[in-house]
């Protein structure tokens, strides 16, 4: 049983991550840091940590593993604030959405880096953010995804993984430049079409109207753009490269089916959108 | 009490329409019309529909309203079926999701439009189709749009309304031009985006490992994507225009986003991130 988790940045997937450790008795004591005081009140209240700190050097001093679930534009000064007050043998990881970033982070921060560093991302969530959104069921049966470095040791590795796995998750290891791009894939630019067009449609003038006769196609299309604004301006940049990749390619397709819409192409129309609805039902429905 | 409706295209909408009038009493009896007779006959064993007919011209000759509900490719087709088999009174209508399209068919079939010939669309509807996926409550609180043209009547528009508002839906009456604007923007391009984004990531060569890490964002954000292809080709085409434009201004946002990434500009791409979040969490969410 780990003796203390220290959950960094206390909203809706590190508060998910202290649920669950604690519903799964994995944990005999969560501690909780974050910058707002209110949110660490409010995580005692429910039941989400056992108390909490504002310091990170007090919060992860005593710390088994440490994880840090802040947006990825903080990830650099909160493993600073970390540095001369973990323990040796501490495992430290995070749930970025991006992994290349959080590394280079962390050998910013560390300048060496440290054995028990082990990045990871839980492919979970939910367009809500703080706290009170949190529930410890939210890994159950989801992937996470580590992205151990050369420096990691084994029984950080095998730490981390226990953690993920008793909480309900399915853990997969790969490097941080693979998860990157298929991330960019399959999270970051959905997020960055469904924003898009939420505020493409926003600009137009009959946009009332428009948002009016919106069904729930459209509901479950842009639920995403719901999400935290700081949370994906931080993903858009550390993960800039990869999803403008995937961008590219995404833009190239519009165009073919724009062409074939221009031309009237009814087959070429029609096995584009084929192909997609069978690769979904395919891959997508389980 | 309408005496006789009929239904041309027995699936999940035209067979949603014929189990909310038989659930809100609106009809004596409902006849089905159909290319499929296995659909036809599992109508009749559902008790989606009274009686079949696999030739329109019997199907409409003692129609007190005929609701066509096939894709719009077929309209033309279908309207000249059962042309000169109309009772002078019937209404006629459709469900078609673009209407300047459904016009221009009927002129072509009908020569004179009948007075009885008022357009429509429910704004509503699943990723599945056929009557098997079709229930009674589908057009509850949903939107029905009427385009009613110059020459329909005030006796067919009213009938038409009392249908659908019958089946709990709330009517609202615009011109075909503005109805395929809106639409084009708040479902047609929606629906483009998602089977675009699907059929990219299914040519990617690491395509079974994306969707393998896809999570519940991106099931939410391409189940348009499971939409049965035969229709959203033909409205594809049959609003090209109207989506074109909309695509282009899409398109515009989406290189003013691309380009905030690639200069690193935070403060843009959160401006646009977080007007996105307002404006959804403004207008959708109900």
Redesign the interface.
Known sequence: MIKQLTIIGVGLIGGSLARAAKKNNLVQRVVGVDRNIDQLKKAVELGVIDAYETDIANGVKDAEIVVVAVPL?AMESVFAAMKDHLPADAVISDVGSSKRSVVDAAKKAFGQLPPGFVPGHP?????KSGVEASFAELYEQ??V?ITPVETSAQWAVEKLQALWSGCGAEVSSMSAEHHD???A???H????????????????H?????????????????????????V??DI??AN?DA??L??E???Q??DT??QA??A?D?KQ??T??????Q???R???R
């Open positions: 534009g492919i979970a969530g939910t367009e989801r992937c995804i791009e298929v991330l894939a399959t999270s630019l959905p997020h960055v079409l469904a924003f898009a067009l939420v505020d493409t449609l926003g600009q137009m009959e946009s009332k109207e428009i948002f009016k006769y919106a069904a729930g196609g459209f509901r479950d299309f842009t639920r995403i753009a719901s999400s935290d604004p700081d994906w301006r858009c940049l800039g999803l403008l995937t961008l390619r995404y833009k397709e519009l089916l724009a819409i221009v009237k009814a129309v029609e584009i959108l084929r192909r997609a609805k690769i979904r039902d891959h997508v429905i």
